[in-house]
């Protein structure tokens, strides 16, 4: 009965874990032994325009990284720490 009752609050926690995973940007597969410094990952945002960049962190298989746009606006980035692509962008007014 245990072990029947396990077996369905998996099935059910797997595809929650799924969808959470869903709204975080998804980057690179590559080791962190791959991926650029932060520092490095803050200049290649400089240079696609963003200003002002607060703060690097790892985010899952991203980098999440706080800036203003050329606008002024607030932008939370998410960035491939392998390639500097932007995946996700996401700006206050």
């Given at each position: 009965m245990k072990s029947l009752l396990i077996c369905a609050l998996a099935a059910v926690a797997v595809p929650a874990f799924a969808l959470a995973d869903d709204?975080?940007?998804?980057c690179t597969k590559e080791p962190q032994s791959?991926?650029?410094?932060?520092?490095?990952?803050?200049?290649?945002?400089?240079?696609?325009?963003?200003t002002d960049i607060r703060d690097v962190k790892v985010a899952g298989t991203c980098y999440e990284i706080y800036a203003f746009t050329a606008k002024h606006e607030r932008a939370?980035?998410?960035?491939?720490?392998?390639?500097?692509e932007i995946v996700k962008a996401e700006v206050e007014d």
């Open positions: 709204d975080n940007a998804s791959a991926w650029m410094k932060p520092d490095a990952a803050a200049s290649k945002l400089q240079q696609a325009g963003y939370e980035v998410y960035m491939n720490p392998v390639t500097a």
